[in-house]
């Protein structure tokens, strides 16, 4: 059965650091790109990062560049956000997604159209 699941979310005060993880079942994360979103209340979702099927290729949308990291670890079959310096604006579930559909190992998109399995989110609030 192919799953995503999003965990890792959670409260946190302005300033602080979270690392949401993404765990597969049922789909190699090697094999796809994967993305994080986000998507706040009364706001479309959002693409805030991603990672190529090789690996060495990533992006991320202008408001977390140098805040956010991706990773994955091929072992555990995980892909990673590690978010420092959170700001209340990046208060939304985020979500995890995988692009079954791209075939080109070394780019991937931070729009939800090529991504068309998504796991269930987890909730991060950023707020003193």
Same mark, same amino acid.
């Given at each position: 059965? $192919? ?16 690392? $949401?993880? @993404?765990?597969?079942?049922? $789909? /190699? ?8 979103? &986000? ?10 990062? @991603? /990672? ?8 991320? !949308?202008?408001?977390?560049?140098? &805040?956010?990291?991706?990773? &994955?670890? /091929? ?10 310096? $959170? ?12 692009? &079954? ?6 780019? @991937?998109? /931070? ?10 989110? !987890? ?6």
């Amino acid at each position: 059965q $192919l799953q995503l699941v999003e965990s890792g979310g959670g409260l946190v005060q302005p300033g602080g650091s979270l690392r $949401l993880s @993404c765990v597969a079942t049922g $789909l /190699i994360v090697e094999h796809y790109g994967i993305g994080w979103f &986000r998507q706040a209340p009364g706001k479309e979702r959002e693409g805030v990062s @991603c /990672i190529s099927i090789s690996g060495g290729s990533t992006n991320y !949308t202008d408001s977390v560049k140098g &805040r956010f990291a991706i990773s &994955r670890d /091929i072992t555990k079959n995980t892909v990673y956000l590690q978010m420092n310096g $959170l700001k209340p604006e990046d208060t939304a579930v985020y979500y995890c997604a995988a692009d &079954r559909l791209t075939t080109e190992k070394t780019v @991937c998109m /931070i729009t939800p159209k090529p991504y068309d399995y998504w796991g269930q989110g !987890t909730q991060v609030t950023v707020s003193s």
